[in-house]
């Protein structure tokens, strides 16, 4: 997680992972925590202790380099920045790897793991279209957090639950999804 808005889709892309039986490692910048402060109703800590009872999950400081997955040495199926901040993406586009999310991403791109982005920041200018051309070149997935209209979705958890749903099958996982998290449309009754 990084410091842009769209905390709801970093909770909700864990939630989808843990629940698809996935592990997960997970950071955040301080700023990523400081708009999580501003966007959620359930503290930081109080998500983190809700992720780590499953068992499966591990959470390191944006800025512990000694993190496994700063190397390329530790397996993983991939990664995905949600919300990638521009001044994250403007920095993996240029190899910049001075935190833990930064470098995680460029191991993903040295070991050709894959990456997935979802930019949360309009307008876009030709800066942040440039480094997210470079990122795609690199075979990084971009995911803009946009609302699928053809499903009709009535809420924003709808177009969150789909955007996260986007993020895990760009990294390969759609298949472990249990079918009580694929947003498929409007419900019955709905």
């Known amino acids: 997680m990084t410091g842009a808005s769209g905390a709801p889709l ?5 939630d989808l992972l843990l629940a698809s039986g996935r ?3 997970a950071t955040a910048t301080p700023a ?5 402060a501003e966007e959620m109703d359930e503290s930081f800590g109080v998500a ?12 390191y400081n944006s800025a512990d ?17 949600v919300p990638a901040s521009m001044a994250t993406i403007a920095a993996v586009a240029t190899g910049l790897a001075d935190n833990l999310p930064r470098r995680a991403a ?18 876009l200018n030709a800066i942040h279209l440039e480094n997210m051309t470079k990122l795609a070149r690199l075979n990084a997935v971009v995911i803009p957090p946009e609302p699928p209209y053809y499903l009709k979705p009535q809420t924003v958890h ?20 249990p079918e009580e998290y ?5 419900r019955e009754g709905a």
């Open 23 to 25: 592990s997960v490692i």
């Open 65 to 81: 380099l000694r993190a496994p997955i700063a190397s390329g040495t530790f397996p993983t199926a991939g990664m995905a920045i």
């Open 182 to 186: 694929t947003y498929t449309g409007p």
């Open 158 to 177: 709808d177009v969150t639950v789909f955007t996260a749903h986007r993020v895990l099958v760009a990294l390969g996982l759609e298949d472990s999804l």
């Open 48 to 59: 983190l202790e809700r992720w780590k009872y499953s068992g499966r999950f591990e959470y």
């Open 10 to 14: 970093s909770a909700a892309a864990i």
């Open 106 to 123: 460029d191991v993903c791109l040295k070991e050709r793991r894959p990456l997935v982005i979802v930019p949360r920041e309009s307008p």
């Open 32 to 36: 990523a925590r400081m708009v999580w």
